[in-house]
């Protein structure tokens, strides 16, 4: 019996690093690339995503307000950081509903900061291309539910962030970066979700719900990230046999850093975001896809850098 084309190409890729924020503005986009087509994705079959991300963030923020470059005095004063972020996963379905995930990223990162030094203004900047944290990610998919005209499906994901981004990048005069810029955190996080798909009656129309939480497990070298919990909502619709339009909402909570080489009163936020876009499909098993990401609510602890938007191209399939 032939499967219908009711769950998304990429439910299988159930984990894309997307919840990551810090004071100097290191960041993941949030869009959630795992609900861009329709495709089967129950047989036992394997997937690929790859994504490029550009997030420029020099905005400075305190709680809900833009604020100017050193508006508030710190120690440092936060100009930018410009975020190039590749991420590549491979992921695995197994016939009985298990599946397992690998996430990669590469971050190609540049910052620049004021340094506040006896009355002088030091500017200082870090510009570095390095592997990131990875993660394993497992999951397991229920069987559909309902009758072929809106049918859904459900599943969990659980897993975990390891410590192979580096925590002690340093510019070209030996500073080493603050950890909440660095490509690793150099801790092993906790990571678990869920998430809700159903075909809706309206032909080629979709719609997604999905959670996570990450939580680290332990501290490294004085520095513990905060906990994050993202929600996303998301509704796709067939324009044409290939072509798909596609909109999220993406919010994410980010708690406190902590541990003595931690900046704990500038970090931390709560956002929500919108994310219209487009995928399409070039191959009957390979499809490209595009998000623009813009805030809609961004409330940061202390001073923070913020993006007034951000990119994401992608391509995906299964072999």
Request: include cysteine.
């Amino acid at each position: 019996m032939k499967i219908p084309k009711l769950l998304l190409l990429a439910a299988a890729v159930s984990a894309i690093p997307s919840l990551s924020f810090a004071s100097c503005g290191a960041a993941f986009c949030t869009v959630n690339s795992n609900w861009t087509s329709e495709s089967a994705m129950v047989d036992a079959t394997s997937s690929f995503d790859l994504r490029y991300e550009f997030i420029k963030q020099d905005q400075p923020r305190s709680g809900t307000d833009n604020i100017a470059v050193g508006q508030i005095p710190h120690h440092h004063d936060e100009v930018s950081t410009y975020n190039r972020n590749l991420v590549a996963t491979y992921s695995h379905s197994f016939a009985s509903g298990w599946g397992v995930a690998v996430i990669a990223p590469l971050v190609d990162r540049d910052h620049t900061h004021i340094h506040n030094h006896r009355g002088g203004q030091i500017v200082e900047q870090w510009n570095f291309s390095e592997l990131g944290d990875m993660r394993v990610i497992g999951r397991y998919q229920l069987p559909m539910l309902g009758d072929p005209i809106n049918a859904s499906t459900a599943g969990f994901t659980f897993g975990l962030k390891l410590p192979t981004g580096r925590t002690d990048v340093a510019n070209g005069d030996g500073d080493v970066a603050e950890r909440s810029l660095q490509p690793g955190t150099g801790t092993t996080d906790l990571i678990a979700g869920a998430y809700y798909h159903q075909k809706l009656p309206l032909s080629n129309a979709s719609w997604f719900a999905q959670v996570q939480y990450q939580h680290a497990l332990n501290e490294h070298d004085g520095f513990k990230p905060g906990a994050q919990f993202g929600a996303d909502l998301g509704y796709r619709y067939g324009v044409s046999d290939n072509l798909g339009a596609l909109v999220q909402l993406n919010a994410v909570v980010k708690h406190r850093d902590s541990g003595t080489n931690a900046e704990p009163a500038d970090s931390g936020s709560r956002s929500v975001f919108i994310s219209p876009g487009l995928s399409y499909a070039v191959a009957s098993n390979l499809q490209l896809y595009g998000f623009y990401q813009h805030p809609v609510y961004q409330d940061v602890n202390g001073v923070q850098l913020t993006a007034k938007r951000a990119f994401v191209l992608g391509l995906s399939g299964r072999f």
